[in-house]
């Protein structure tokens, strides 16, 4: 059965930000969650936020990820060395186990030596990056990241992947081809669904989603941790949050259970 986690994103910018992170970490594990996913851009006072949130996760026996907003690779092609420190540092003191990043702009023209540079980097720190599938033509298709992992691959730097199931949609990629392409290396999995309304796609709850989420969570690997990543709203918040944490996680029961007796 896949850990549940929340992507703290999913409470809003401006409901996170008003109350905090760190009180959205109290309410995801009361709602019985088994981890939360921290978001820097929504951190108001990063140094003194991570080392509460962290002592709840430590307390609450709680898994943590940490999320960074900037891209990994700059529009010149070095490697976006500061963001990449600074978000180790941050990882490390939440106690985060990994760090999640989109690739930004890597492509063609990314200076030679900024793999070598992530490697180097990476290994001297114990946190894992992972790379998510944003919503970007640079890294957000199915093409660019098969170059960009081909291309650590050559470098032995082997990278897991956060399959971000909604994102897909808003590059006009099919998510179930993508989940078959990626499953090797998926490791994390946002959860979100989608609804195209007449100018754009919008994230929803898996249960209002016009997309194949089932057959896509089924593509990927079994045990791997999900991620709320869509809305969560309502006049109480716990309720629905532990509704949807049931749902998520019925949702693996019954994927378990059919794995279990196909022939």
């Known amino acids: 059965m896949p850990p549940i986690l929340?992507?703290?994103?999913?409470?809003?910018?401006?409901?996170?930000?008003?109350?905090?992170?760190?009180?959205?970490?109290?309410l995801a594990h009361a709602a019985g969650v088994q981890g939360v996913e921290v978001r820097e851009e929504l951190l108001v006072d990063a140094n003194t936020e991570i080392p509460l949130i962290a002592a709840a996760v430590r307390d609450a026996g709680m898994a943590a990820v940490y999320s960074c907003p900037a891209p990994l690779w700059l529009p010149d092609g070095t490697l976006n060395q500061g963001a990449l420190?600074?978000?180790?540092?941050?990882?490390?003191?939440?106690?985060?186990?990994?760090?999640?990043?989109?690739?930004?702009?890597?492509?063609?023209?990314?200076?030679?030596?900024?793999?070598?540079?992530?490697?180097?980097?990476?290994?001297?720190?114990?946190?894992?990056?992972?790379?998510?599938?944003d919503q970007t033509a640079s890294a957000g298709t199915v093409p660019a990241l098969q170059a960009f992992f081909a291309a650590a691959d050559a470098h032995g730097l082997p990278l897991g992947m956060t399959f971000?199931?909604?994102?897909?949609?808003?590059?006009?990629?099919?998510?179930?081809?993508?989940?078959?392409?990626?499953?090797?290396?998926?490791?994390?999995?946002?959860?979100?669904?989608?609804?195209?309304?007449?100018?754009?796609w919008v994230a929803v709850p898996l249960s209002e989603?016009?997309?194949?989420?089932?057959?896509?969570?089924?593509?990927?690997?079994?045990?791997?941790?999900?991620?709320?990543?869509?809305?969560?709203?309502?006049?109480?918040?716990?309720?629905?949050?532990?509704?949807?944490?049931?749902?998520?996680?019925?949702?693996?029961?019954a994927q378990a259970d059919a794995t279990t007796h196909s022939p």
């Open 6 to 26: 929340i992507s703290l994103t999913s409470f809003g910018a401006a409901e996170t930000r008003r109350h905090g992170q760190l009180w959205f970490t109290y």
């Open 85 to 133: 420190d600074q978000a180790l540092v941050y990882a490390t003191q939440l106690g985060a186990t990994r760090l999640k990043f989109a690739i930004g702009h890597y492509g063609p023209g990314a200076h030679p030596d900024s793999l070598p540079a992530l490697k180097r980097t990476l290994a001297a720190s114990n946190i894992e990056l992972v790379i998510e599938n």
């Open 164 to 200: 971000d199931m909604g994102n897909w949609h808003w590059m006009g990629e099919c998510p179930l081809q993508a989940a078959a392409a990626f499953a090797p290396r998926v490791v994390y999995v946002h959860c979100k669904g989608v609804q195209r309304l007449p100018a754009k």
């Open 209 to 253: 989603s016009a997309a194949p989420w089932r057959a896509v969570l089924r593509t990927l690997p079994a045990n791997v941790p999900w991620a709320i990543e869509y809305p969560l709203m309502g006049d109480d918040l716990l309720a629905v949050t532990t509704q949807e944490t049931k749902h998520l996680r019925a949702v693996a029961s």
